[in-house]
């Protein structure tokens, strides 16, 4: 699928096994930044084993501008861990990450619309995702993008905070800009 950007058309597919290293070094630039701005929301990524799992399944997927990987997602038909065992009405996001050099674009945003797109193709009702509840500035821009709490989970030593969309709505226009 091809979505417009101004500069470069935004393609996305899905990753293959020589998509892996790639794929870790766009997580671990997105850690790294997270980390300095004191958000551990990724520690210790990229962990081959999940990326390994996540192209076994086919979940992940890749992010291309002119034939370059700018950034990388997940979608997962199921998440009991964080959603508990729900039917199957919604596509799950997780992992998305954008390179630095590719930041400011709104790829964020259009990577979010492809995937509730997808929700919707695939008869889901609803796009979910999660975040570190305590990452404030993530959860408003989530909020922007149009999806509402759905409420806090303690995994660990973290508060993970969920959210969820309708796939059927139109995008908001503040997300085709962020």
Do not use: K
Not at 112 to 130: H, I, N, T, Y
Request: charged share 20%; hydrophobic share 45%; aromatic share 8%.
């Amino acid at each position: 699928m091809v979505i417009p950007t101004p500069a470069h058309a935004l393609v996305m597919r899905r990753a293959t096994q020589a998509d892996a290293v790639a794929i870790g070094e766009i997580m671990a630039e997105a850690g790294q930044w997270l980390l300095r701005r004191g958000i551990r929301q990724w520690p210790g990524y990229p962990e081959p084993d999940l990326i390994q799992r996540r192209l076994q399944h086919a979940e992940i997927y890749m992010a291309e501008l002119g034939g370059a990987a700018v950034g990388t997602l997940t979608l997962q038909q199921q998440d009991p861990e964080i959603w508990g065992e729900l039917p199957p009405d919604a596509l799950y996001v997780h992992g998305l990450a954008i390179r630095r050099s590719a930041g400011g674009r709104g790829l964020g945003g259009r990577m979010l619309a492809w995937a509730a797109e997808q929700a919707a193709v695939r008869g889901r009702a609803f796009l979910r995702l999660d975040c570190m509840g305590q990452n404030t500035a993530l959860c408003s821009y989530y909020e922007r993008h149009g999806f509402a709490p759905c409420g806090v989970v303690q995994l660990g030593g973290w508060q993970c905070a969920r959210y969820q969309r309708s796939a059927a709505l139109p995008w908001p226009e503040a997300a085709r800009r962020a």
